[in-house]
């Protein structure tokens, strides 16, 4: 069967693709299907793309979505749905946990709740035999119309799924993505990774990391078949377990020392993994900082880590010569203006070499979520607010629209701050404008 993966660009056409549809791809290949991509950039009109699906003449369509997608992704599959008579199966976070929203647009035939390598070569014979399935027959496959279905136990062991199609990624320059486990053991309120051992839960683990020997062999055939220059780790929390990390440094540094990057927590570093990782090649570690007040972390977030913890693990990355990147959140359900105050003060002291700052969005599934729809935060029409990260949809008691607006704005002016601080007053001086003026007031109170 020819399968279609749909990738939907939502702000950027510059981002890696979505690396879900490159394991299914690869899956599906392994077992006798085609699998072609396309990319739906910005600046492709909905014609355009509609004319080229026709083209590859698919007799199944895929889309891996976000809930940042998902306002686009309906669009495109109304259209779509107008000029082909193809199924649609749509996968990954958005749809795995608001399925009967996505289920409710008539361009969707097929939502595949959480994995979905087995699920979809069920789905994909049984089309292919002329028998589409019916209500629950597949296991994680929600038929549009019907109920809820089971949920098989998650693919084990995880060394046997085949290694990523790379022609699904957009990857240039030897820069290549890997992902070396599934699931996250840890319980943040904010985040739906969590949300997967609760969706498998008393169907096996989700939380399953790849042997080390199966990674390196991965790269391994990268670096001989098409060079390979930088590797950007994506898992979620690279630093988890101790020994593997140890291990790895090893392996990796006598094998390829080949600089690559990461995503860590702080509660799962120590000085001794930083310099390992350093000298097996790290150059850029992602820490999640979230909130500077220690109460959102705690009370809201989950997050036990002292402030303290942040500025020691900030040290030791700078002082191992990798350069740290800091993500902010703000506009929390329960934040006070104190405590989006408290996070500023807290860069201060941490001195990321890159920082992130984005308005906090409810996405399905999570903890909070359940808090904003539970408690009346969130608009009756939020389904077709974009989740940009720029502003807030939510009505907040006791922080207003337009004080997370103000503490966004103050976040730019910190952006400037910084870029001043490390490149010159020239920039600054030219733009005049008032967020440069306060970013020069910023700096000079430091």
């Not at 209500?135 to 929600?142: A, G, L, T």
């Not at 990147?325 to 006070?336: F, H, K, M, R, V």
């Amino acid at each position: 069967m020819r399968v279609l993966f749909l990738e939907i660009d939502t702000e950027s056409d510059w981002a890696v693709a979505s690396v879900g549809p490159a394991f299914l791809a690869a899956y599906i290949r392994g077992h006798g299907h085609r699998a072609d991509f396309l990319r739906a950039t910005l600046d492709m009109p909905a014609e355009d793309i509609v004319s080229r699906v026709a083209a590859a003449e698919p007799q199944l369509i895929g889309i891996s979505l976000t809930t940042r997608q998902w306002q686009r992704a309906r669009q495109l599959m109304t259209d779509l749905r107008g000029a082909l008579d193809v199924p649609v199966v749509a996968g990954g976070l958005h749809p795995t946990f608001s399925p009967e929203a996505v289920l409710a647009h008539p361009g969707i035939d097929y939502v595949c709740l959480g994995e979905g390598e087995a699920p979809l070569l069920d789905l994909i014979d049984a089309l292919e035999a002329g028998r589409p399935p019916r209500d629950r027959e597949i296991d994680n496959i929600w038929v549009a119309g019907g109920s809820r279905p089971a949920m098989r136990p998650p693919l084990e062991p995880i060394d046997n799924l085949p290694f990523l199609a790379r022609d699904l990624l957009d990857e240039h320059y030897g820069v290549v993505h890997m992902a070396t486990q599934r699931g996250c053991p840890f319980p943040c309120t904010y985040c739906g990774a969590r949300m997967f051992n609760q969706l498998y839960e008393g169907n096996g683990t989700y939380g399953r990391r790849r042997s080390i020997e199966s990674v390196m062999t991965e790269l391994r055939q990268i670096r001989d078949t098409g060079g390979l220059s930088y590797v950007i780790f994506l898992d979620d929390t690279f630093t988890i377990n101790h020994h593997w990390v140890a291990d790895f440094c090893r392996v990796y540094g006598e094998d390829l020392a080949v600089p690559f990057s990461l995503h860590a927590r702080v509660e799962t570093v120590n000085e001794k993994m930083v310099h390992a990782l350093a000298a097996a090649g790290c150059r850029h570690i992602v820490y999640g900082v979230e909130s500077g007040s220690p109460r959102v972390r705690r009370e809201i977030m989950r997050r036990s880590a002292t402030n303290q913890r942040f500025i020691d693990v900030f040290g030791w990355t700078r002082d191992a010569g990798i350069m740290v990147t800091a993500n902010y959140i703000l506009g929390i359900p329960g934040e006070t203006r104190e405590d989006m105050q408290q996070t500023i003060d807290l860069h201060h002291q941490l001195q990321p070499d890159d920082f992130g700052y984005f308005v906090f969005y409810p996405y399905p599934g999570t903890a909070l979520f359940g808090t904003c729809r539970d408690k009346g935060y969130l608009p009756d029409d939020y389904l077709d607010r974009p989740a940009n990260h720029r502003e807030t949809i939510l009505n907040l008691p006791g922080l207003t629209q337009a004080d997370i607006a103000e503490f966004y704005d103050r976040w730019t002016a910190v952006r400037i701050a910084d870029t001043n601080r490390r490149y010159g007053r020239a920039q600054l001086a030219e733009s005049g404008s008032e967020v440069a003026a306060q970013a020069e007031a910023l700096a000079a109170s430091g």
